[in-house]
Structures are given as C-alpha cells and as structure tokens.
C-alpha cells in the first residue's frame, strides 16, 4: 500500500488562536499580532522548503510536505518519476529527465510550483546521469565518451563547462553523484581505475576551479562507484564489483575526510618492489574501511570458499539521525552505525600489497537487517527529519513508504 496520506481539497493552513487575546489596549495587541505574523512569516519562508520534497503516489508525482507526523500532499507535480532530482536551500528543484533530454525546475515552496516549470535543453555532448543544486548553480555530471560536468547558473541563464584535469578524464570515466560541504564541491568520478573524489571551489559560482583530487581506495576487479554521502568527518561510498571467484558483491567504504590518504607515491614505490614491508608505507594508509555484501565470517570461507555467494546488491545508500541505511534488492534494509574502533589497520604480509587492499574490509554482520513489507524498493527520498523508500509494487507502479 502506498503511503497513507492527508489530501486537503484546500489549502490548510494554521491559524492563531484568537479567542483568547487580551482586550487592553488595541494599538499593542496589533503591533504584537504584526509582530506573531512576520515572525510566521519569516518561520514558514525558511523551514517550508526543508519540510517538502517530491514523491510519488500510484505512478505520479506530488509535491509533499511534513507537517508535524502528517505527511500532506500539496498537489501533483508534472515531473516524470525519477531519483535524478535535487533541492536546494530556498525550494528550488532541479530535475534530470533523460528521456527527453531535458532539465527541468521549479520552487515548491510555491504553490504554483506547476506554472513556473522552466524546460532547459541539455548542452551538447553529454548524457547526464547525476545532479546537484546549489545556490543558483545546478551541476551536471555524466559522462559522452569521456567524464563531463555542466554547470546551469539560473540567474546567468546558461550553461558552462567544468574543467577536468586531463590525467583524471579518460575514455569510459563519468561523473555519478555530487556532494556539497561548506563552500566545496565534490563530485564522484567512476569506472576506469584510479577513480577519484574531485574538489571544486564554489566561493565564485561563476567560475567554479578544481582545487585538489583524492584516489578513491578500490575494493575489488570491476568495481563502479553509485553514490556518496558526508556524515560528518566521514564520506560514505556505495560501489559494487565483481568477481569469477565471488560473484556480484556491494560495498560501503567510509573514509575520514579530514585525513584522506595519498596512494600515488605508494602505488608508485609498490611497481618497483612487491615485497614492500608494511612499515614503510604512509601513516594514513588506513584510514577508512569496507563493509562488502558478499565477505562472511573467515571459517565459513575457508569451508566453503566458492558456494552461498549470491549476487546481493545494495542499490541505495541514507544516512538518517546518526545511521547508515543500506537498501537491499529487492525489499531488505540494512542498518549500521559508523564506530571508531571499525578504523583499525590492516594487517598485510607477503606478497598482498596490491591497490585492493588499502581499505579494512569487516564482515557484513555489522548490519542490522529486516525485511521490508514492499515488493521491489527503489531509492531513498530524504528530508531533515524524515526518510522514505521509493518503491514498485506488482503491477509496476511506483509509491513511497516512510522508513523513519
């Protein structure tokens, strides 16, 4: 069943009690009231954007909005169904519709937000498939031969390319998902290893400038990077891999993003020697970790070391009030916390001192796991105290469940 809604046949709104108003004198009362209004005012203008997002219900998107633990639906919104959509500080949403090759935005924090659609036109040479909005910038990430990003500024009206080193881009690579913290951008660079985090600064948001890059530690043969979230000091990366030994695997690798290490003087000293010892290594070399879908406990490896590997796929990651949720295909939710003593370094002898083997890797009983009561769960929606799960049921139509 889709989420139970509250659909008003108008617009409902909160209004002050008057009844129990003090009858002295009336020039106070009003400039109070003007007072209480304003204040209102001020309160609904910059909480309201943070309350609504965009949701499906029965194969259409609405506008909806929290109100206290009601989830109000505010009307249907003409934007196709899609997880390619981004929100920013004032109500201005920015959606990917690939299928017609466009990009579209509107404010719901209006209630006309269906009257201000604007419709902007892809630049050539790129197939996006990643978005984010920030301030009157909306970045582009995707990739047409080789990785670009696109930035549409909404009061220049036009679109520009950003820059990317040419020893970073390369034939295959693309950009897959964005982050902003404080006045940077990071966005995710996928397939073809090495992969990196790259770093924009956005204090000019009319020339955005690559100010650093980091190599992002590989867990394995195959591996393509989905998404990545901030918590924090930590960002969080989503990938998958694969392997003739151990099939499809998913992987969560969080990494301190206040020490991220340097690999390429290691990479480079490991090409000339294999037998490096460990200790000459960098100190920072370890500072992150893996949690890998398809790594058990070691007995049961050794036991059994090709059987009961099912290709298990975590296809959306949240992060929700101090928790990691792992979405599981098609309806399993798995939850863990991120803990200091997950950081300890691994141990590595002999030969093992290849680019895999740079983060820890735990076992997949760190996660709490429950089923869930959907058939087939799509991707997290996430507002500031909520989150929902965009689902399909049977017959294919898409709605929303709220997790938490």
């Known amino acids: 069943m889709a989420e139970r809604l509250s659909v008003p046949n108008a617009q409902r709104f909160l209004v002050a009690d008057r009844h129990k108003q003090s009858r002295r004198n009336p020039m106070t009362i009003n400039q109070a009231f003007k007072i209480i209004i304003t204040l209102s005012l001020a309160i609904s203008i910059s909480s309201t954007y943070g309350q609504r997002t965009v949701l499906p219900v029965n194969n259409e998107n609405f ?36 299928a017609q090759n466009r990009l579209l935005i509107t404010n719901i924090s209006k209630d006309n937000f269906n009257n201000i659609i604007e419709t902007i036109a892809f630049p050539e040479g790129i197939e996006p498939i990643s978005i984010k909005i920030n301030g009157s910038n909306i970045f582009v990430g995707g990739d047409f031969g080789k990785e670009k990003i696109y930035s549409y500024n909404m009061t220049e009206k036009k679109w520009s390319q950003i820059d990317i080193p040419t020893e970073i881009m390369s034939l295959g690579k693309s950009v897959d998902d964005f982050l902003v913290y404080s006045d940077t951008l990071i966005a995710l660079d996928n397939l073809i290893m090495p992969k990196y985090l790259l770093f924009y600064s956005l204090k000019d948001p009319l020339s955005i400038n690559l100010i650093k890059s980091y190599e992002v530690p590989p867990n394995g043969t195959y591996e393509q990077l989905h998404r990545i979230l901030l918590k924090e000091e930590y960002f969080i990366i989503l990938s998958s891999t694969f392997s003739g030994y151990t099939g499809g695997a998913s992987h969560v690798t969080v990494l301190d993003k206040n020490n991220l290490p340097d690999y390429t003087g290691y990479i480079e000293k490991t090409q000339k020697n294999i037998f490096l010892e460990p200790e000459t290594r960098p100190k ?45 295909d098609p309806n399993k939710l798995n939850i863990f916390k991120i803990k200091q003593k997950f950081f300890k370094e691994r141990i590595v002898k002999g030969i093992w001192h290849n ?50």
């Open 63 to 98: 506008v909806i909005e929290i109100q206290g633990k009601k989830t109000v639906n505010k009307g249907k919104i003409n934007f196709p169904i899609t997880k390619l959509f981004d929100i920013n500080e004032i109500g201005n949403i920015a959606i990917l519709d690939t």
């Open 284 to 328: 920072g070399l370890f500072n992150g970790f893996t949690i890998s879908s398809n790594k058990k406990w070691l007995w049961f490896i050794r036991k059994r070391p090709n059987r009961d590997y099912s290709d298990i796929r975590w296809i959306d990651i949240a992060e929700h009030r101090n928790r990691i949720y792992l979405l599981e």
């Open 355 to 404: 680019d895999e083997r740079f983060t820890r890797q735990l076992t997949s009983n760190k996660l709490k796991s429950k089923k869930l009561s959907v058939e087939s769960g799509k991707w997290f929606v996430s507002l500031e105290n909520s989150l929902f799960l965009v689902y399909q049921n049977k017959q294919g139509e898409f709605n929303f469940k709220k997790i938490k």
